[in-house]
T-cell receptor, first 112, second 115 residues
Framework: GDSVTQMEGPVTLSEEAFLTINCTYT??????LFWYVQYPGEGLQLLLK?????DKGSNKGFEATYRKETTSFHLEKGSVQVSDSAVYFCALKGSNDYKLSFGAGTTVTVRA | EPEVTQTPSHQVTQMGQEVILRCVPISNHLYFYWYRQILGQKVEFLVSFYNNEISEKSEIFDDQFSVERPDGSNFTLKIRSTKLEDSAMYFC?????????????FGNGTRLTVT
């Protein structure tokens, strides 16, 4: 079945550092890919998405590019802030799939 | 921006009791879901619901669980006889469509604690 594997954390960074969280997927057909973020004590928020190969999703300074050849959707941000401290989830939705399949989540802590 | 709302935010119950978790999905959405996240673990799919019936369920969603859309706005998850291992954060979600281009929008969750 469809699945997502993402980089294990926790990740601790200083403010203004570069952040990368790796995500790879296994799926049949042409899935859509998502990054969700969970801030402390809150629910899951959609951060960005990409629906086809070579699409780049972006939001709040974060970017991820759908790479079909490497089955990857790595999340990047060039200069993190303390407010970016959260758990980040990579997720996949298959071609005719109702549900999202989530990765294990990566905890990111940004220190001032 | 419209959002999914869940109540209560925290529910404490004793083992063996029934609980009902409530959700109000986004009003023009047609597909509804429940997920759970045991503390520190992965977000797991429980069930999806469309046109007043379950469209898919996971192996976690056994006979102790049921879902219902009792009126035009609410979507509920019932656990008939709670177990300690049901303690988790339960997330409701909704989407406009079924396919790959329809992201799920999640509520803030209900933290269920079974003692």
């Amino acid at each position: 079945g469809d699945s997502v594997t993402q980089m294990e954390g926790p990740v601790t960074l200083s403010e203004e550092a570069f952040l990368t969280i790796n995500c790879t997927y296994t799926a049949t057909g042409y899935p859509s890919l998502f990054w969700y973020v969970q801030y402390p004590g809150e629910g899951l928020q959609l951060l960005l998405k990409a629906t086809k190969a070579d699409d780049k999703g972006s939001n709040k300074g974060f970017e991820a590019t759908y790479r079909k050849e490497t089955t990857s959707f790595h999340l990047e941000k060039g200069s993190v802030q303390v407010s970016d401290s959260a758990v980040y989830f990579c997720a996949l939705k298959g071609s005719n799939d109702y549900k999202l399949s989530f990765g294990a989540g990566t905890t990111v802590t940004v220190r001032a | 921006e419209p959002e999914v709302t869940q109540t209560p935010s925290h529910q404490v119950t004793q083992m063996g009791q029934e609980v009902i978790l409530r959700c109000v999905p986004i009003s023009n959405h047609l597909y509804f879901y429940w997920y759970r996240q045991i503390l520190g673990q992965k977000v797991e799919f429980l069930v999806s619901f469309y046109n007043n019936e379950i469209s898919e369920k996971s192996e976690i969603f056994d006979d102790q669980f049921s879902v219902e859309r009792p009126d035009g706005s609410n979507f509920t998850l019932k656990i008939r006889s709670t177990k300690l291992e049901d303690s988790a954060m339960y997330f409701c979600a909704s989407s406009e469509g079924q396919g790959r281009n329809s992201p799920l929008h999640f509520g803030n969750g209900t933290r269920l604690t079974v003692t």
